[in-house]
């Protein structure tokens, strides 16, 4: 586990260094607020098309990932 201090700019921006960005190869994190932290999850390959189809759902980066693992079960199974 990494651990980086990382300060936000003045518009608010958080930079990520470029270790962590090479590490997960993406520009795309969901931002989670778990308590008292915030929480940055990388949005993997598998559920980027969906980015944005579950807006305004309060829904964790494990149940879309639910969701969308459902649904192409369902699409492979129509297809037989």
């Known amino acids: ?3 980086e201090i990382v ?3 003045k518009n608010g921006r958080i930079y990520l260094p470029a270790s962590l960005r090479k590490k997960f190869g993406t520009s795309s994190f969901y931002v ?3 308590g008292d932290e ?3 999850i990388p949005v993997r ?3 980027r ?3 944005g189809v579950f807006k305004g759902e309060n829904l964790s980066a494990e149940e879309i990932d639910q969701l969308i693992e459902e649904e192409t079960e369902q ?3 129509d297809e037989l």
């Open 1 to 3: 586990m990494t651990t």
């Open 7 to 9: 300060k936000l700019d």
């Open 32 to 34: 989670e607020e778990r």
């Open 38 to 40: 915030i929480v940055l």
């Open 45 to 47: 390959k598998k559920i």
């Open 49 to 51: 098309k969906y980015y």
């Open 75 to 77: 699409l492979l199974r």
